[in-house]
């Protein structure tokens, strides 16, 4: 199976730009269609973006579409998320995650392997 450590959150300002990464090991990403995931104050977690195993197809939120961009480098076996225009309502843990299902299946149930999450605060 696969492991995934997030890395990059931070404390920012509204506006700024922050890029997440999440280094994956044990086995390669291209597996799976991998995917960003956050949870905020008292919330559930909230998909926000995910890419295809294969042919690098995206899919967003629509909270986060125009702002957001999932990537992701096979060669380094690692998943970004480039984040700009942050705003406060941002603020939450934000988690990577794996999936071996269907591309259509984008709730947090749907995902089989998890980080232990970066903090993500915007402050306005």
């Known amino acids: 199976q696969v492991q995934l450590v997030e890395s990059g959150g931070g404390l920012v300002q509204a506006g700024v730009s922050l890029r997440l990464s999440c280094e994956a090991s044990?086995?390669?990403?291209?597996?799976?269609?991998m995917g960003w995931f956050r949870q905020g104050p008292g919330a559930e977690r909230e998909f926000v973006a995910q890419i295809s195993r294969s042919d690098g197809n995206t899919a967003y939120s629509s909270s986060v579409k125009g702002r957001f961009t999932i990537s992701r480098d096979n060669a380094e076996n690692t998943v970004y998320l480039q984040m700009n225009s942050l705003k406060p309502e941002d603020t939450a843990v934000y988690y990577c995650?794996?999936?071996?299902?269907?591309?259509?299946?984008?709730?947090?149930?749907?995902?089989?392997?998890w980080g232990q999450g970066t903090q993500v605060t915007v402050s306005s």
């Open positions: 995650a794996a999936s071996v299902g269907s591309w259509y299946k984008r709730g947090a149930q749907d995902y089989d392997y």
């Open positions: 044990g086995r390669t990403i291209k597996t799976y269609t």
